[in-house]
């Protein structure tokens, strides 16, 4: 036995010790999580109509003497198990506002409603890729006025999105646009409510009495560092999206609303306006072919679980500039963006919070309140349903409806103890993975 390889005794060892199937069925539970929270604590739960303790939990009594959580991170390049939870709930989100589903009515899928994408502007010629109709690579010539390259890049060339001449190009307008990208959405959504109370005719203080505009969007980094927005916007009565919104509206009327407010959407700053890109795409979203509903949503989900990894940026926050050359990954183009952060943050404070974002401190993915459930809301459900079962396999009886569950818990570490945990644990994704 003494001449099988270290690894394999220790992980051997590993799944010899007697908390090992405790441990097995927590990592599993968490989906075999890259960085699991471990946690110490315990937690009743009561009876809210008569204050009975149903039923308690300690982590004193687990074999392992804690309890693993998974790190529920949303970006795949951190977890790639969690980020598969996120995109799925991101998914359901998506789609049963356009579908039904969790609480939203079916017949929303009547309402008028557009799949968006708005763009940023150019801030100069960027190495760009295009095929010709046969299937050729065209040689690099942006549209933009400026130098043009002229080579034929292949799909994965690193310069590609980086700047022709790097020199000439606007690094500080390009960071000012994504800090002030959320902003911009902001007053868009402000205009889109004013271009829809000037169609129904009707003043705009009382445009919810009539009509409400409910969206759900994420963030997209393209390979120039710039944020794309990807957004559902859709059409309610003032009750919400169990109500359909004034006859005869429809998706094209909407489409023409988000295109002015889109066009005359501003940020000013001191010596530059801020405004979309010329680009904008808008889709009515089908039930049969082209951008269904299922498509929609999992495009948004895919986007959902991405950060900035796209557009060559490091992924964390800078506490200074001075070594950037030593940061393995990061584009030439990226080190400009990153600099110029440092540079506008005399005016704007908090570029140098978001350098690492390339100037955008917006979040990923956000809606507007009555879009359709919450994550959490799904998180909730999936916790309790987990947790029922867990009952039912334990011979246990169902937990009444009325209950409250009360705990205190602290954090004692994470990620795996041992690299022969670390690699049960990808054992037990591969596992998963396979279904
Ligand atoms: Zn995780
Ligand atoms: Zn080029």
Redesign the pocket.
């Known amino acids: 036995m003494t001449d099988l390889p270290r690894w394999m005794q220790h992980l051997g060892e590993r799944a010899a010790a007697p908390d090992f199937h405790r441990w097995r069925e927590m990592v599993t539970a968490a989906g075999g999580c890259t960085h699991p929270i471990r946690l110490v604590g315990s937690s009743s739960t009561v009876d809210t109509t008569t204050g009975e303790v149903l039923a308690t939990y300690d982590t004193a009594d687990e074999p392992t003497g804690y309890l693993l959580t998974a790190c529920g991170n949303r970006r795949a390049s951190r977890c790639e198990s969690c980020a598969r939870v996120y995109a799925d709930d991101t998914f359901h989100l998506i789609r049963s506002g356009l579908a039904g589903g969790r609480d939203v009515p079916e017949s929303v899928a009547a309402h008028p409603r557009v799949f968006a994408t708005f763009t940023a502007p150019s801030f100069g010629p ?4 295009s095929l010709s109709r046969d299937g050729r690579t065209r ?4 549209r933009d006025n400026g130098p ?4 034929r ?1 292949q799909e994965d ?1 690193p ?2 999105g980086q700047a ?1 001449d790097p020199d000439t190009y606007d690094y500080a307008g390009a960071v000012l646009w994504n800090h002030h990208a959320a902003e911009l959405w902001h007053v868009f959504t402000v205009y889109l409510r004013r271009q829809l109370a000037e169609h129904l005719a009707v003043p705009r203080s009382k445009l919810n009495d009539h009509l409400r505009a409910e969206y759900a969007k994420v963030a997209e980094y393209q390979s120039r560092g710039l944020v794309h927005f990807h957004a559902v916007v859709r059409l309610d009565g003032p009750n919400g999206p169990a109500e359909h919104p004034p006859f005869g509206i429809t998706a094209d009327d909407l489409t023409s609303a988000i295109t002015t407010a889109a066009r005359s959407a501003t940020v000013a700053l001191p010596g530059r306006t801020l405004r979309w890109g010329k680009q904008l795409d808008i889709r009515p979203i089908t039930t049969d072919a082209g951008w269904t509903d299922k498509r929609v949503a999992r495009y948004i989900a895919k986007y959902a679980t991405k950060g900035a990894e796209a557009a060559g940026t490091v992924n964390r926050p800078l506490r200074n500039i001075q070594h950037l050359d030593r940061i393995r990954g990061l584009t030439p183009h990226a080190r400009r963006m990153i600099e110029a952060c440092w540079a506008e943050s005399t005016h704007y404070p908090r570029l140098r919070d978001w350098a690492h974002m390339l100037g955008y401190g917006g979040h990923f993915s956000t809606k507007s309140r009555r879009y359709s459930t919450t994550l959490t809301t799904i998180r909730r459900d999936r916790a309790d349903h987990r947790a029922t079962q867990a009952r039912d396999s334990a011979g246990l009886p169902p937990l009444p409806d009325h209950t409250d569950r009360f705990g205190t818990w602290q954090v004692i570490g994470t990620g795996y103890k041992t690299t022969a945990e670390e690699t049960w644990a990808e054992h037990i994704r591969e596992q998963r993975r396979a279904g």
């Open positions: 960027v190495h760009s890729r040689p690099c010539h942006p043009t390259c002229l080579s890049h060339d310069k590609l022709i």
